[in-house]
Protein backbone atom coordinates (compact mmCIF):
# COMPACT_ATOMS: atom_id res chain seq x y z
CA UNK A 1 0.00 0.00 0.00
CA UNK A 2 2.73 2.31 0.64
CA UNK A 3 4.52 1.58 -2.22
CA UNK A 4 1.50 2.37 -4.70
CA UNK A 5 1.10 5.39 -2.67
CA UNK A 6 4.29 6.71 -3.43
CA UNK A 7 4.03 5.89 -6.92
CA UNK A 8 0.64 7.70 -7.42
CA UNK A 9 2.85 11.21 -5.60
CA UNK A 10 6.04 10.47 -8.48
CA UNK A 11 3.59 10.39 -11.22
CA UNK A 12 2.10 13.53 -10.14
CA UNK A 13 5.01 15.28 -9.53
CA UNK A 14 6.02 14.53 -13.10
CA UNK A 15 2.98 15.62 -14.82
CA UNK A 16 2.75 18.88 -12.83
CA UNK A 17 5.50 20.76 -15.31
CA UNK A 18 4.05 19.51 -18.04
CA UNK A 19 0.65 20.84 -17.71
CA UNK A 20 2.29 24.20 -16.91
CA UNK A 21 4.53 24.05 -20.20
CA UNK A 22 1.08 23.45 -22.37
CA UNK A 23 -1.07 25.85 -20.18
CA UNK A 24 1.95 29.01 -20.75
CA UNK A 25 2.51 27.63 -24.77
CA UNK A 26 -1.55 28.17 -25.43
CA UNK A 27 -1.46 31.30 -23.77
CA UNK A 28 -2.16 34.12 -26.71
CA UNK A 29 0.77 36.42 -25.86
CA UNK A 30 -1.10 40.57 -25.80
CA UNK A 31 -0.31 42.65 -29.06
CA UNK A 32 2.94 44.72 -28.78
CA UNK A 33 2.14 48.25 -27.67
CA UNK A 34 3.94 51.19 -29.72
CA UNK A 35 5.03 54.17 -27.44
CA UNK A 36 5.90 57.51 -29.40
CA UNK A 37 9.26 58.76 -28.23
CA UNK A 38 9.33 61.15 -25.80
CA UNK A 39 8.46 64.68 -26.57
CA UNK A 40 6.46 63.23 -29.37
CA UNK A 41 2.80 63.18 -29.34
CA UNK A 42 0.79 60.83 -31.73
CA UNK A 43 -0.51 61.87 -35.07
CA UNK A 44 -4.00 63.39 -34.98
CA UNK A 45 -6.45 60.59 -36.92
CA UNK A 46 -6.72 63.50 -39.61
CA UNK A 47 -3.33 63.82 -40.09
CA UNK A 48 -3.03 60.22 -41.09
CA UNK A 49 -1.92 59.62 -44.53
CA UNK A 50 -4.07 58.07 -47.04
CA UNK A 51 -3.80 54.46 -48.06
CA UNK A 52 -2.64 53.50 -51.11
CA UNK A 53 -6.13 52.68 -52.31
CA UNK A 54 -7.53 56.23 -51.61
CA UNK A 55 -7.96 58.02 -55.45
CA UNK A 56 -10.16 60.76 -54.03
CA UNK A 57 -8.86 63.95 -55.15
CA UNK A 58 -7.38 66.86 -52.78
CA UNK A 59 -9.42 69.52 -51.93
CA UNK A 60 -7.16 73.10 -52.13
CA UNK A 61 -7.36 74.72 -48.97
CA UNK A 62 -9.62 77.64 -48.68
CA UNK A 63 -7.74 80.52 -49.88
CA UNK A 64 -5.33 78.77 -52.39
CA UNK A 65 -5.05 79.08 -55.50
CA UNK A 66 -4.73 75.88 -57.52
CA UNK A 67 -1.99 75.90 -60.28
CA UNK A 68 -3.19 76.73 -63.77
CA UNK A 69 -1.54 75.79 -66.87
CA UNK A 70 0.69 78.95 -68.51
CA UNK A 71 -1.34 80.72 -71.21
CA UNK A 72 -1.58 78.77 -74.50
CA UNK A 73 0.57 75.60 -72.65
CA UNK A 74 -0.79 72.21 -73.37
CA UNK A 75 -3.57 73.39 -75.27
CA UNK A 76 -2.29 73.81 -78.98
CA UNK A 77 -3.21 77.34 -79.86
CA UNK A 78 -0.83 79.06 -81.52
CA UNK A 79 -0.05 83.06 -81.14
CA UNK A 80 -1.81 85.38 -83.38
CA UNK A 81 0.12 86.87 -85.18
CA UNK A 82 1.11 91.00 -85.24
CA UNK A 83 -1.36 92.35 -88.07
CA UNK A 84 1.38 94.89 -88.90
CA UNK A 85 4.16 91.86 -89.11
CA UNK A 86 2.70 90.48 -92.70
CA UNK A 87 2.25 94.13 -94.77
CA UNK A 88 3.98 95.09 -97.62
CA UNK A 89 6.42 98.11 -95.71
CA UNK A 90 7.79 95.90 -93.10
CA UNK A 91 8.64 92.98 -95.03
CA UNK A 92 10.73 95.47 -96.65
CA UNK A 93 8.29 96.05 -100.16
CA UNK A 94 5.66 97.91 -101.44
CA UNK A 95 7.34 101.77 -101.04
CA UNK A 96 4.80 104.34 -102.47
CA UNK A 97 6.37 107.16 -103.67
CA UNK A 98 5.76 110.56 -102.47
CA UNK A 99 5.88 114.55 -103.10
CA UNK A 100 9.56 115.54 -103.22
CA UNK A 101 10.96 112.02 -103.95
CA UNK A 102 14.04 112.19 -106.44
CA UNK A 103 15.36 109.70 -108.40
CA UNK A 104 19.15 109.04 -108.18
CA UNK A 105 19.83 108.71 -111.66
CA UNK A 106 18.72 112.29 -112.44
CA UNK A 107 19.85 113.42 -108.97
CA UNK A 108 23.18 112.77 -109.95
CA UNK A 109 24.63 115.04 -112.72
CA UNK A 110 22.88 118.03 -111.40
CA UNK A 111 24.77 121.28 -111.28
CA UNK A 112 25.33 122.37 -107.42
CA UNK A 113 25.25 126.12 -107.06
CA UNK A 114 26.16 128.04 -103.88
CA UNK A 115 25.13 131.11 -102.16
CA UNK A 116 26.25 133.03 -99.18
CA UNK A 117 23.10 134.35 -98.32
CA UNK A 118 20.28 131.93 -97.17
CA UNK A 119 17.37 130.40 -99.36
CA UNK A 120 14.18 129.56 -98.96
CA UNK A 121 13.58 125.80 -99.35
CA UNK A 122 9.65 126.51 -100.11
CA UNK A 123 10.45 128.94 -102.76
CA UNK A 124 9.99 128.26 -106.71
CA UNK A 125 12.22 129.49 -108.91
CA UNK A 126 11.79 129.79 -113.00
CA UNK A 127 15.50 130.65 -113.59
CA UNK A 128 18.67 130.58 -111.69
CA UNK A 129 19.22 133.36 -109.04
CA UNK A 130 21.75 136.08 -109.81
CA UNK A 131 23.63 135.44 -106.69
CA UNK A 132 24.22 131.48 -107.19
CA UNK A 133 27.35 130.47 -108.08
CA UNK A 134 27.55 127.34 -110.31
CA UNK A 135 30.78 125.48 -108.72
CA UNK A 136 30.13 121.89 -110.04
CA UNK A 137 28.68 118.57 -111.22
CA UNK A 138 27.49 116.20 -108.43
CA UNK A 139 29.14 113.04 -109.68
CA UNK A 140 27.82 110.59 -107.11
CA UNK A 141 26.04 109.31 -104.02
CA UNK A 142 27.87 107.93 -100.69
CA UNK A 143 25.58 105.81 -99.22
CA UNK A 144 26.02 103.77 -95.98
CA UNK A 145 25.35 100.06 -94.76
CA UNK A 146 22.09 101.08 -93.54
CA UNK A 147 20.71 102.89 -96.49
CA UNK A 148 21.18 106.47 -95.65
CA UNK A 149 22.91 108.92 -97.55
CA UNK A 150 25.61 110.00 -95.78
CA UNK A 151 27.05 112.43 -98.56
CA UNK A 152 27.01 114.10 -102.11
CA UNK A 153 29.99 114.28 -104.12
CA UNK A 154 30.77 117.23 -106.12
CA UNK A 155 33.53 117.56 -109.00
CA UNK A 156 34.64 120.88 -108.32
CA UNK A 157 37.79 122.87 -110.12
CA UNK A 158 40.37 122.16 -112.78
CA UNK A 159 39.86 123.23 -116.49
CA UNK A 160 38.40 120.42 -119.02
CA UNK A 161 38.81 117.74 -116.58
CA UNK A 162 42.16 118.82 -115.43
CA UNK A 163 43.27 119.76 -112.11
CA UNK A 164 39.72 118.91 -110.79
CA UNK A 165 38.51 117.16 -107.69
CA UNK A 166 35.65 115.77 -105.60
CA UNK A 167 34.64 117.14 -102.71
CA UNK A 168 32.06 115.43 -100.10
CA UNK A 169 28.95 117.43 -98.97
CA UNK A 170 26.40 116.66 -96.44
CA UNK A 171 23.10 115.70 -97.60
CA UNK A 172 21.11 117.61 -95.32
CA UNK A 173 23.55 120.86 -95.87
CA UNK A 174 21.54 121.31 -99.44
CA UNK A 175 18.40 122.90 -100.37
CA UNK A 176 16.15 121.63 -103.44
CA UNK A 177 14.66 124.57 -104.54
CA UNK A 178 11.65 123.60 -106.99
CA UNK A 179 11.78 124.88 -110.75
CA UNK A 180 8.41 126.37 -111.26
CA UNK A 181 8.78 126.36 -114.87
CA UNK A 182 9.06 122.22 -115.39
CA UNK A 183 7.37 120.01 -112.82
CA UNK A 184 9.59 117.71 -111.46
CA UNK A 185 12.94 119.66 -111.77
CA UNK A 186 14.21 121.11 -109.24
CA UNK A 187 17.91 123.67 -108.47
CA UNK A 188 20.17 122.27 -105.53
CA UNK A 189 21.96 124.90 -103.57
CA UNK A 190 24.78 124.85 -100.54
CA UNK A 191 24.81 127.79 -98.62
CA UNK A 192 28.24 128.63 -98.57
CA UNK A 193 31.29 130.77 -100.78
CA UNK A 194 33.17 129.09 -104.10
CA UNK A 195 36.67 129.38 -101.88
CA UNK A 196 34.75 127.33 -99.13
CA UNK A 197 34.44 124.50 -100.92
CA UNK A 198 37.51 124.44 -103.54
CA UNK A 199 39.57 124.06 -100.24
CA UNK A 200 37.36 121.68 -99.23
CA UNK A 201 39.82 118.26 -99.00
CA UNK A 202 39.10 115.74 -102.00
CA UNK A 203 37.40 112.31 -100.99
CA UNK A 204 38.94 109.53 -101.43
CA UNK A 205 37.25 105.71 -101.42
CA UNK A 206 38.75 103.43 -99.26
CA UNK A 207 40.28 101.13 -101.08
CA UNK A 208 38.12 98.41 -102.96
CA UNK A 209 35.10 100.61 -102.54
CA UNK A 210 32.85 101.33 -104.39
Excluded: C, H
Excluded at 4 to 29: E, N, Y
Excluded at 44 to 69: R, V
Amino acid sequence: MTKLLASTALIAMLAAPAVAQTATDTTTPPPATTEAPAGMDAPAAGDMPATSGDTTAETPAEGSTAMEPADGAGTGAATPADPAAGDATASGFGYTGMAGDMSAETFIGKRLYVSEADVDANAEVTEVDQDWDDVGEISDLVIGADGQVKAVLVDIGGFLGMGEKSVAVAMDQLDVIRDGDSEGDYFIVFTSDRAALESAPAFEWVEGQP
